[in-house]
Antibody, heavy 119, light 107 residues
Framework: QVQLQESGPGLVKPSQTLSLTCTVS??????????WSWVRQPAGKGLEWIGR???????MYNPSLKSRVTILGDTSKNQFSLKLSSVTAADTAVYYC???????????WGQGTLVTVSS | EIVLTQSPGTLSLSPGERATLSCRAS???????LAWYQQKPGQAPRLLIY???NRATGIPDRFSGSGSGTDFTLTISRLEPEDFAVYFC?????????FGQGTRLEI
């Protein structure tokens, strides 16, 4: 059974960097069969894809966030991470990690973690 | 960038009724890259339909997807109480994943 679990600080100060980690079990992120994505959702709003990571290729990012986002993988820990720099209140959201198939649908999701940007 | 527009924004129905949810793309897209998700309050989205018409593992057959080009539909044939949730369509194109704004299905 594939499981994903987000972890990281729930509170980040404006202008600082948001850092989250997704720990994957039941599937190796280095298997090469899947991408691994981050998606966020502000309270009461829709879903926004942030970017995706692939062990055998370059990460891909949402153009609207590209200048501030870095997604990396740590195959030794079977984890991938999200860094979002220069955060503002607009970055307050529930952040999800998800397994992403080759046809780019997201078939397994973490339960999400709320990150609030506030001083 | 392709924009997905879902309608209606809110759909009010009763258990046992049929629900028809629409997802319209701003330009023609490949059905290979069209998916639907269900999200209940406080939960992560759950994949329902992929490649426009294929049910994901464990999804009841009352859920069906159809469409091509710019118009896609999610149909729930007979609503069960647990089906009242928010539904999102999703597309992949030119390296970007995009979501519709969602349809809230309420009792």
């Amino acid at each position: 059974q594939v499981q994903l679990q987000e972890s990281g600080p729930g509170l980040v100060k404006p202008s600082q960097t948001l850092s989250l980690t997704c720990t994957v079990s039941g599937n190796s992120i280095s298997s090469g069969s899947y991408w691994w994505s981050w998606v966020r959702q502000p309270a009461g709003k829709g879903l926004e894809w942030i970017g995706r990571f692939y062990t055998s290729g370059s990460p891909m990012y949402n153009p609207s966030l590209k200048s501030r986002v870095t997604i990396l993988g740590d195959t030794s820990k079977n984890q991938f991470s999200l860094k979002l720099s220069s955060v503002t209140a607009a970055d307050t959201a529930v952040y999800y990690c998800a397994r992403t198939t080759v046809t780019m649908f997201l078939d397994y999701w973490g339960q999400g973690t709320l990150v609030t940007v506030s001083s | 960038e392709i924009v997905l527009t879902q309608s209606p924004g809110t759909l009010s129905l009763s258990p046992g009724e049929r629900a028809t949810l629409s997802c319209r793309a701003s330009q023609s897209v490949s059905s290979t890259y069209l998916a639907w998700y269900q999200q209940k309050p406080g939960q992560a989205p759950r994949l329902l339909i992929y490649r426009a018409s294929n049910r994901a593992t464990g999804i009841p057959d009352r859920f069906s997807g159809s469409g091509s080009g710019t118009d896609f539909t999610l149909t729930i044939s007979r609503l069960e109480p647990e089906d009242f949730a928010v539904y999102f369509c999703q597309h992949y194109g030119t390296s970007v994943i995009t979501f519709g704004q969602g349809t809230r299905l309420e009792i």
